[in-house]
């Protein structure tokens, strides 16, 4: 996260402070994909995270027919709801299983949010003062001096960090990204389902492996290659997916399991926002935008 977050936040403040040439493609292109994206948002990543919660049979997926419950909901007719017991409280107990995953989303996200502002701080009274813009080879570097600001002993956490962001981010494409493809293609092939994730782990490792040693062979400009894919998989399946769930639930959940007024009013905005935050900065990357 911090490597998205000095990136994106640093480069975007002290580009239009320092360097207003490089204003609008920061502007257009960063704010309005990347820096969404990387505080925290991807669809790739949230459909992987839902795989995890069937390794770790959370609620519903550790039951013992589970998958006599999946090919039962599977195959429920258009306008079908989800056969759902409306006891008070069977209801109740199935919200209590929300708890833990809206905590975990509001502590996450509000630790996102307070490093996101710090980096933009920092970035403007630090790196814009020495007209410093994250790049190239330098894409982490400059960033070590908001902790050495505080104590110099800090910049070696500020290394330990930056470790441990690169090996989350491997471990993802190990792990995470298997539950991705497996879900992603479980939902249109009943033999990848019934095969299990499992099986599609060596493919994923194969395809990750090849086209990490081609993009260090190559030399292709990774931001050139995850621009694209961060706007489409991030912004704009985010709007779409939020728009899905507002149907979804109203159509196929019983009304004691929908969301609450506040729930559905905030996925409403993001929907909205979401959708036309990733149609722009798709709009904008294609080079057919008429601003």
Not at 108 to 127: C, D, E, M, P, R
Request: include cysteine; charged fraction near 15%; glycine fraction near 10%.
């Amino acid at each position: 996260m911090i490597q998205c977050r000095g990136r994106n936040a640093d480069g975007f403040v002290t580009g239009v402070v320092a360097y207003p040439a490089h204003a609008g493609t920061l502007i257009e292109k960063k704010i309005c994909g990347s820096n969404l994206v990387c505080n925290g948002f991807g669809m790739y990543d949230y459909v992987g995270y839902t795989g995890l919660l069937r390794e770790k049979r959370w609620g519903v997926l550790g039951h013992r027919d589970v998958n006599a419950i999946e090919d039962r909901i599977s195959n429920l007719g258009r306008g079908d709801r989800i056969p759902l017991s409306e006891r008070p409280e069977d209801v109740s107990n199935a919200r209590q299983w929300t708890r833990a995953p809206l905590g975990d989303t509001l502590m996450s996200f509000a630790s996102l949010g307070i490093f996101t502002i710090a980096f933009l701080v920092n970035g403007v009274t630090i790196l814009g003062a020495q007209q410093q813009v994250p790049a190239e080879d330098k894409i982490l570097t400059y960033q070590q001096q908001f902790l050495e600001a505080i104590a110099p002993i800090f910049k070696y956490f500020y290394i330990v960090a930056i470790i441990m962001v690169f090996f989350g981010t491997i471990y993802a494409l190990w792990e995470v990204y298997n539950r991705t493809t497996y879900e992603s293609l479980g939902a249109v092939s009943e033999r990848v389902r019934r095969a299990g994730a499992g099986r599609l782990r060596p493919w994923v490792y194969l395809y990750v492996a090849v086209a990490g040693i081609l993009l260090v062979l190559t030399g292709l400009d990774l931001v050139a290659l995850v621009t694209p894919s961060t706007i489409v998989g991030g912004i704009l399946a985010g709007g779409i997916y939020s728009v899905g769930l507002l149907y979804v639930e109203r159509v196929a959940l019983p009304p004691g399991y929908r969301l609450g007024t506040v729930a559905r009013v905030l996925l409403i905005v993001a929907a909205i926002f979401l959708t036309l935050a990733g149609s722009v900065a798709l709009i904008d990357y294609l080079g057919v935008a008429p601003w």
